[in-house]
């Protein structure tokens, strides 16, 4: 691992990106100097060293106008190309927790599930990290593969079945933390090593943010559109997905995305602005987390046209197929982003 550096390190000022750029990220370019046999070098990429500025320089509230710009401009660029992916795509958000075990049930659907909308011509998006959003960009990324391969893969990466909790790898001036370190080194090895091993991975789409820089980002996903300002990236992930999203298993974090969904189809201009919102887990989404019911209650006080449309738009279900049906079915608005 490097030598720790903080902002009293001379080059410190140095900005570890580029704030103006007309791409997206590789995951060749966010991971770079990773190397699986050299623990520790986790440290040593692009992203983490990303984070580590992001953290010294005030996190979500930077401390000087110098970041803060250079913030909005990387930020503001990498949404211009994701207008470009996007554009004639139809494309699909599979939203879920962070912490679900590669050894799962659950992860073993997702992971079905992305390859099951992938193979029918859809662009899967998620917002980049482990859990649910790593198995959804495995599946699409195997998508063109026999589906013994995805078996294999789950296989290979239940190895390391559970992502450790670092939430300090990085202490607020900067400086990482050693042992953190190598523990996300060792969560990341396998899902590395084998995304460098998929001939022709399937395209597919990812908006993580180093708000949550303590969760290694996927390298799953083709496409990392990896952003500073979470509230950007909620936003965006939500906006971007037309084709509808489906939520599985999760906590807080996606809650929240569910109801920021419903706020924008509740006040949805057309009714091909209210994107169909599947719940995928009926016990876990009317009795462990009992949303569905609310979400249903709230559509009937909408606007007449708005509220006639939730019978076709929102779907309950322990069925991947009827998911992606039900998706498959819904002929979106065009995105005012895409490009």
């Known amino acids: 691992m490097s030598a720790a550096r903080g902002p009293a390190d001379p080059g410190w000022s140095e900005l570890p990106f580029t704030p103006i750029r007309n791409t997206v990220y590789a995951p060749e370019e966010l991971f770079a100097g990773f190397d699986p046999a050299v623990p520790g070098s986790y440290a040593d990429t692009m992203d983490f060293a990303a984070y580590r500025w992001f953290v010294a320089t005030g996190r979500s509230t930077p401390t000087e106008p110098y ?4 913030r909005a401009l ?3 660029s ?7 992916l996007i554009a004639g795509e139809r494309v699909v958000g599979i939203m879920g927790g962070h912490q ?3 050894t799962s049930d659950d992860y073993r659907a997702v992971a079905e599930l992305g390859r099951d909308l992938a193979r029918r011509g859809m662009l899967v998006l998620t917002g980049g990290g482990p859990g649910a959003m790593e198995a959804a960009h495995l599946g ?6 026999p589906d013994a391969e995805l078996s294999s893969a789950i296989s290979t990466l239940s190895a390391m079945p559970t ?3 670092i939430q300090g790898i990085v202490a607020e001036d900067g400086t990482p933390h050693e042992r953190l370190v190598r523990e996300a080194h060792d969560w990341m090895a396998p899902a590395w090593t084998m995304s460098r091993t998929i001939a022709s991975p399937v395209r597919s789409l990812s908006i993580p943010t180093w708000h949550y820089g ?10 990392i559109a ?6 950007i990236r909620e936003d965006g992930l939500l906006t971007i997905a037309k084709q509808g999203i489906v939520f599985t298993a999760g906590s807080a974090g996606t809650l929240q995305e569910v109801f920021q969904d419903a706020e924008q189809n509740f006040y949805a201009p057309t009714a091909g602005d209210f994107s169909p919102m599947i719940f995928l887990g009926r016990d876990y989404w009317t009795r462990v987390l009992p949303v569905a019911p609310l979400i249903e209650a709230l559509f009937a006080t909408a606007e007449p046209a708005v509220a006639r449309e939730r019978a076709h738009r929102i779907l309950v279900t322990d069925d991947i197929a009827e998911a992606a049906d039900h998706l498959e079915a819904f002929h979106p608005a065009t995105s005012r982003l895409a490009r």
């Not at 970041?67 to 250079?70: D, F, I, L, S």
């Not at 699409?140 to 593969?145: E, F, K, M, Q, R």
């Not at 303590?214 to 496409?223: D, K």
């Not at 990896?226 to 509230?231: E, G, V």
Request: aromatic share 4%; hydrophobic share 35%; no cysteine.
């Open 67 to 70: 970041p803060a710009m250079m």
């Open 163 to 165: 992502m450790p909790r």
């Open 74 to 76: 990387h930020d503001s």
């Open 78 to 84: 990498l949404t211009l190309d994701v207008g470009r």
């Open 100 to 102: 679900l075990p590669r």
């Open 140 to 145: 699409a990324a195997l998508s063109g593969h």
């Open 214 to 223: 303590h969760e290694p980002t996927t390298p799953f996903a083709t496409h």
């Open 226 to 231: 990896k952003l500073f300002q979470n509230s």
